[in-house]
């Protein structure tokens, strides 16, 4: 089915959109310039979607928002936000409504190879590194999904030859019926629990990437995280590994093999840190097959990073400074401090997503020289911190500043000459920005308005 005929399908049904956000912006300007009866859901009020709403109805969109969005509504098919658990929309299906979402239709229109990539760590990278492995190689890609670039709208223009390279989260996988051609997971560790009731919810999401999947295809998994490991595909189950030799890509002696054959030394991939020779073996696992060995050790030398990750911003008075907003997750956060090489002056907090930080804790104590904490989760981690059997209170200050700018400029006034000023937060950004790139860009601003 084509698109076309799709959207053709859906002009005697009554179709809700739950939540204006950035990926059901351009399904709702699809469907409503194909002439469907649209509703659009939100829990912001009319006043706070502000433009947004305005363009809705003037394209002929009806609006449902404000605390009550979802009562009093009876709809043919739904489509949901990925933030939203579909627990929440479980009363339109008791009704008789179809749940979906602008990702599963992607799924059962695209007309081209699918690798899928999700996880807890990693994936974001691990996508970018991937679809720039198969640029190389000379295939015309494709890369949305989580990582911000919704793709349903763009199916016209996509031929058979083509590859698509999808990060989901476990917000979009769960429920959803997908069957990408090749799978990966990176790993599992807890995340998300803000959403997910507990972690075997969380695990459930994840493992939909692979569940629709047949004898044709191919999931990679990570075979040294124990949530990981024992995964099984329907169809081939090959493996990445550091620790030892696998039936995928791994690291011995500080090489890098991929089915067998020697690659390239782990030390000549540009980008630092274990956990980034962990994304580029996923990534050679993953392409195995579609792009030579040549291409993939080329890159690996050649590719700088993602914004956000790891992300040098400037050296000012001889002070380094690092944009890691991407590190949501206390996980996360530790890779980025086993990846510098200093001790770093960190500033760390953010949005509660119910993820303890015992094990941070340990860490900020053995490898960080200064500790700023900002945003609803810094006495938290401040109590991680305090109670870890390693902390030294004259050996690493504490700086408690709840406004993000303040912190930044506390952290940077602390800092001499051969520091490193580390924002990497362990937590979610949205206590007080929309997301892990928006506070990443006001770290930026902030570090280049340093005099």
């Not at 599992?188 to 919810?201: K, Q």
């Not at 590994?241 to 696998?246: E, G, P, T």
Request: aromatic fraction near 8%; proline fraction near 4%; charged fraction near 25%.
């Amino acid at each position: 089915m084509t698109l076309n005929e799709y959207l053709s399908s859906l002009h005697d049904k009554r179709i809700a959109v739950v939540g204006i956000g950035v990926s059901n912006k351009p399904l709702l300007k699809l469907l409503l310039e194909a002439g469907c009866d649209v509703t659009a859901c939100d829990k912001a009020s009319k006043e706070k979607l502000g433009d947004t709403a305005l363009w809705l109805e003037s394209l002929g969109c009806k609006l449902h928002s404000g605390e009550s969005y979802l009562d009093d509504t009876d709809f043919d098919i739904v489509f949901r936000t990925p933030g939203l658990h579909p627990r929440f929309l479980s009363a339109f299906a008791e009704r008789g409504a179809v749940l979906t979402s602008e990702m599963e239709v992607f799924f059962s229109l695209c007309p081209c190879e699918i690798l899928a990539i999700t996880g807890s760590d990693g994936k974001t990278t691990t996508s970018t590194v991937t679809a720039e492995l198969l640029k190389r190689q000379g295939y015309r890609v494709w890369l949305g999904g989580n990582i911000g670039t919704p793709l349903l709208d763009k199916l016209p223009e996509m031929q058979p030859t083509d590859k698509v390279v999808l990060e989901l989260s476990s917000f979009q996988l769960h429920s959803m019926r997908c069957h990408p051609h090749r799978a990966l997971i990176t790993n599992l560790a807890p995340n998300h629990l803000d959403v997910h009731p507990d972690m075997e919810d969380y695990v459930a999401a994840k493992k939909q990437i692979f569940a629709q999947q047949t004898a044709d295809d191919l999931l990679i998994v990570n075979a040294d995280n124990a949530v990981t490991a024992p995964l099984r595909s329907n169809g081939q189950t090959r493996y990445f590994s550091r620790c030892k030799a696998v039936d995928g890509a791994y690291c011995e002696n500080g090489t890098i093999y991929r089915g067998g054959r020697a690659l390239m030394a782990a030390a000549e991939i540009r980008i630092p840190g274990w956990h980034n020779v962990e994304n580029f073996m996923a990534a050679f696992a993953l392409t195995d097959g579609l792009v030579t060995d040549e291409n993939c050790a080329a890159l690996a030398r050649e590719f700088p990073g993602v914004e956000h990750r790891l992300e040098h911003i400037r050296t000012l008075r001889g002070v380094d400074y690092c944009n890691d907003s991407i590190a949501s997750s206390p996980s996360r956060t530790i890779a980025g401090l086993e990846a510098v090489r200093q001790k770093p002056i960190l500033i760390a907090g953010g949005y509660d997503k119910h993820i303890p930080f015992d094990a941070l804790g340990d860490e900020i104590c053995s490898k960080c020289k200064a500790l700023v904490l900002t945003g609803f989760t810094a006495e938290a981690i401040r109590k991680a911190v305090t109670d870890s059997p390693l902390y030294d209170e004259a050996a690493l200050p504490i700086v408690m500043e709840p406004d993000f700018n303040e912190a930044v400029r506390k952290a940077s006034a602390m800092a001499v000459e051969g520091d490193l000023v580390l924002l990497s937060p362990a937590c979610a950004s949205f206590d007080h920005f929309k997301n892990f790139a928006e506070r990443g860009n006001a770290f930026r601003q902030l570090v280049n308005a340093l005099y």
